[in-house]
């Protein structure tokens, strides 16, 4: 009779075990630290409609972040002409805006320098959240580069 009992606990623990796994996935998934725990980049400045600045993100902290400002609420996702967003080499999303249901992809920032679109590039991540993007972002290049919105 021990080693019943003692199977039926091993099975109740091993159960239980599941049942906190289950738990602490379903509670991960549903509210992911990037849709709580991001920064605001939200200079006005940002916006594709400055002109040539001198601003540059090559002492961005590597993290998620929210274009957020009264004019701008993502990343710029197509290639505009250099000296924008008060900056040099304008940055910008070079693929689609991810779907909620795409979870977090992976893309590059292009940075338009010197004629060329992706003149230098840079790994990010972006994930849709209810209304708005967050972007992983890394410190852009040395030199005048600076990542834009729209």
């Known amino acids: ?3 019943v009992h003692r199977f039926h606990s091993e099975t109740e623990s091993i159960n239980a075990f599941a ?3 289950i738990v602490a996935v379903i509670v991960k ?3 992911p630290g990037e849709f709580m725990n991001y920064s605001v980049l939200s200079e006005p400045g940002r916006h594709t409609s400055f002109g040539r600045g ?17 004019s701008y609420t993502k990343m710029l996702d197509q290639c505009v002409s250099p000296r924008k967003c008060l ?9 689609l ?11 590059e920032a ?13 790994k990010i991540h972006v994930r849709r959240c209810d209304g708005f993007y967050v972007y992983y972002l890394n410190p852009s290049p ?3 580069f600076r990542y834009c919105a729209i």
């Not at 540059?56 to 929210?66: C, E, I, N, P, Q």
């Not at 805006?97 to 979870?103: A, N, Q, V, Y």
């Open 29 to 31: 998934s549903v509210t």
């Open 97 to 107: 805006h991810p779907l909620i249901e795409d979870g977090i992809v992976d893309r």
């Open 54 to 70: 001198k601003n540059s993100d090559r002492s961005l902290v590597s993290g998620w972040y929210r274009f957020q400002s009264s």
């Open 142 to 144: 040395a030199g005048l």
């Open 19 to 21: 049942i906190r796994v």
């Open 1 to 3: 009779m021990g080693n």
């Open 110 to 122: 292009c940075f338009h320098g010197y004629s060329n679109c992706c003149y230098r590039k840079v």
């Open 87 to 95: 900056t040099v080499i304008t940055g910008f999303l070079n693929g």
